[in-house]
């Protein structure tokens, strides 16, 4: 089955601590994003990365950092810089420049710090 | 920024249509219209996209008006699987380009 996983669904930790965010893909897409939502509002972009070993900021990038080692993994760290790392995050992934646009999104993770 | 104006929330029956508006009206002449829904606590969904002409597949229909300023998501025969937050997005066809989410229409469809 082709698609994008996420782990875990939940995830809880004590404020100070870095976390990471695992995003694995198994659909050869090019281009992997990870974005940020909270309750009631609509998404956020904190990072995104169009090849491997290349990625760029998006909107709230303050706090987080990512990496592009391999084409289907795009871990997230939230950092302890993070003022609010308390969300719901979520990775997606599309192909690449010379086809259609749709991006694909994972279950997402339900980070909680407390 | 986003682009798009939605209504906060719509109400449907079960087995009638459902349509959802949207404005665009800047959107600019290499821009897309792209619909997605997400159900609670899921990632988003794909369901339809469209440049100038109506578009039909097998979730739903896109009408874009002759100006491309407004747009009309229908779902034909809405089933209560399809309560969920519909998003607008308006975007250039290119890969890479991150998707602006607003907050969408919340769609509630009932018995």
């Known amino acids: 089955d082709g698609g994008i996983t996420q782990s875990p669904k939940y995830l809880f930790r004590k404020e100070g601590q870095n976390v990471t965010l695992s995003c694995e893909q198994n659909?050869?897409?090019?281009?992997m994003y990870w974005y940020r939502q909270d309750p009631g509002q609509g998404l956020r972009l904190i990072y995104y990365?169009?090849?491997?070993?290349?990625?760029q900021k998006g909107d709230i990038a303050e706090g987080y950092s990512v990496s592009r080692e391999k084409k289907e993994s795009f871990p997230l760290t939230v950092t302890s810089a993070q003022k609010n790392p308390t969300a719901f995050y979520l990775c997606?992934?599309?192909?690449?420049?010379?086809?259609?646009?749709?991006?694909?999104f994972g279950p997402g993770t339900r980070l909680t710090v407390t | 920024d986003a682009k798009t104006t939605q209504p906060p929330s719509m109400d449907c029956a079960e087995g009638r249509a459902a349509n959802l508006p949207c404005n665009h009206s800047?959107?600019?002449?290499?821009?897309?219209v792209y619909w997605y829904r997400q159900i609670h606590s899921q990632g988003p969904q794909y369901i339809i996209h469209?440049?100038?002409n109506n578009e039909t597949n097998e979730m739903a229909s896109l009408i874009i008006t002759e100006d491309r300023k407004s747009s009309t998501l229908i779902l034909p025969h809405a089933t209560l699987r399809d309560t969920a937050v519909y998003y607008c997005?308006?975007?250039?066809?290119?890969?890479?380009?991150?998707?602006?989410f607003g907050k969408g229409t919340t769609l509630s469809v009932s018995s």
């Open positions: 997606a992934s599309s192909m690449g420049p010379d086809s259609s646009y749709e991006q694909y």
């Open positions: 659909l050869n897409h090019d281009a």
């Open positions: 997005i308006v975007t250039m066809y290119q890969a890479g380009t991150a998707l602006i």
């Open positions: 469209g440049l100038k």
């Open positions: 800047t959107i600019s002449g290499n821009e897309y």
């Open positions: 990365s169009q090849i491997v070993n290349d990625f």
